[in-house]
């Protein structure tokens, strides 16, 4: 398995929690970065943080929807509209359920869609699947930094 970085897009604490215990569980050893809003993502993806000087381009973007500043579909939509990081996958793993926002996600090229269950259990095993298709089977696009 090679090593990426992850950068977890989550407004809500608990769920960055979750999915730092639940990636630890699972023994996925990358580095995971978080933001917490959609204008720090964008920065983030920019180089124009603290937390990325322009050094870290993800291999996985795992995005909550709904997010202060800037909403999860505006962020996908930068990150799809971008040469530089389109063939990043975006994971969109979100509470809503809404047919309007899967059908929106998967129209901006989300790679796929999971709604966050409440559960630690199954969030624990949603992890791990995300992490066991997008780390450990599929062929990620080269890094470029």
């Not at 709904?66 to 962020?75: A, F, M, N």
């Amino acid at each position: 398995m090679n090593q990426v970085d992850i950068l977890l897009v989550e407004d809500n604490e608990a769920d960055v929690v979750l999915v730092r215990e639940a990636l630890k569980d699972a023994k996925v050893y990358n580095t995971l970065h978080v933001t917490k809003d959609g204008d720090e993502a964008v920065a983030f993806l920019e180089g124009d943080t603290d937390q990325n000087p322009g050094t870290v381009r993800p291999g996985l973007i795992m995005l909550d929807l709904y997010l202060p500043k800037r909403s999860g579909l505006d962020v996908l939509k930068f990150i799809k509209g971008h040469d530089d990081l389109k063939s990043i996958p975006v994971v969109v793993m979100t509470s809503s359920q809404e047919e309007t926002d899967i059908v929106r996600a998967y129209e901006l090229q989300a790679n796929c869609y999971v709604t966050k269950p409440v559960d630690f259990d199954q969030l624990i095993n949603v992890v791990k699947t995300i992490e066991g298709f997008w780390l450990s089977v599929v062929q990620l696009p080269p890094v470029q930094k």
